[in-house]
DNA sequence: CCGCCCTTCTGACATTTGTCATGCGAGCCG
DNA sequence: CGGCTCGCATGACAAATGTCAGAAGGGCGG
């Protein structure tokens, strides 16, 4: 009766180290292993897994993301995420897609296999100071579609560039991306950006 | 006649994990382990280990600067990097800083025994990838104000208080933004700052 | 059904940028 | 020494950006 377990990570060097950490543990039991995201997921296709522990920010398709699709196909597996930059609008995200469980890799690997049990066992775990950075940084103020141009500007394009591919006027995007500086309350667009990201908000 | 080393990674789940790995090694002994920069060095100080292998991304300090304080102090400890994020810059630096190894955290535990002991010997070991990386980004087109000025917009700070801080008038900052900007071929500063910082020139 | 908010647009304006020409002094190399 | 580059600066102009007012349609809650 022990817990089938996937683990997806990019870092060879880390996913082989905790792969060797849980395999300790009696009842628990690496099935398969995958270095990016779609790899992730052909690993749960074939494997299905009791629980799967997902890197964040992993190649081709983030933890999130895998995550979501897990749910969809197969509704036994659990998930749950495992990252170095928790950022608070992660958790979000990542709870949004039914994942279980959310821990920075700061905890150690019996904290790691303990939580995976609860996970396992139904239970939702999340890292209490995550948790308390999502709160305090509370709900995104920007609505869908500011949000939207000021992903398009992350990359420091020109208003030109962003109306285009939001298919917006120029004007239109210019307004967007104003009241998004207003109520970030910072200095240009590139602050909010950088705001914006740091808040998990884009 | 083991080896004596020193671990130092912010993230408690990689070290320990790491440290697992390590000891199945009968030649290495992990005599110390350290969480962020301080610690390491004040680690290195204490238990005067062989090889410290450091992250580069740690709170208080950097791997980097570590590894120069620990030449500095510490003649006898050779150095190595690990790291997730390896961009071209920082293997520039780490070399300038006396480190000895430079890999990314997809390399298996058993490279990485193998490299710690290669490095242990007194010879060098860098990711061919990242090295050819390095290589093919070649050195940093920009003079040493360029790059200061590229720093301090970093942040998306407007000319005037990029100016302040630099204490340069704000005509010259925008010159000095301007030939950045024409030197790496990019559309505006931002993308010029985003660029630059991939590249490891900031 | 009325009001409110979101979305989208336009036009006008002030401000901030990016670009260019040009000037001057310091340091360096032949 | 004479040219050369580099650091630093101006001033002026064009382009991009930020800000504001206003207006029209859609949708949703009271």
Redesign the pocket.
Known sequence: MSVRVLLADDEHLIRGALAALLALEDDLVVVAEAATGPEALAMARAHRPDVAVLDLQMPGADGVSVATSIRDELPGCRTMIVTSHGRPGHLKRALAAGVRGFVPKTVSAQRLAEIIRTVHAGNRYVDPELAADAISAGDTPL????AEVLELAADGA???EIAERAA??Q??V?????SA??KLGVE???AAVRLARERGWV
């Open positions: 609505t869908a579609r500011e020109p208003v030109s917006l006027s004007g239109t210019r307004n967007y991306l104003s500086v207003s240009n667009r590139h």
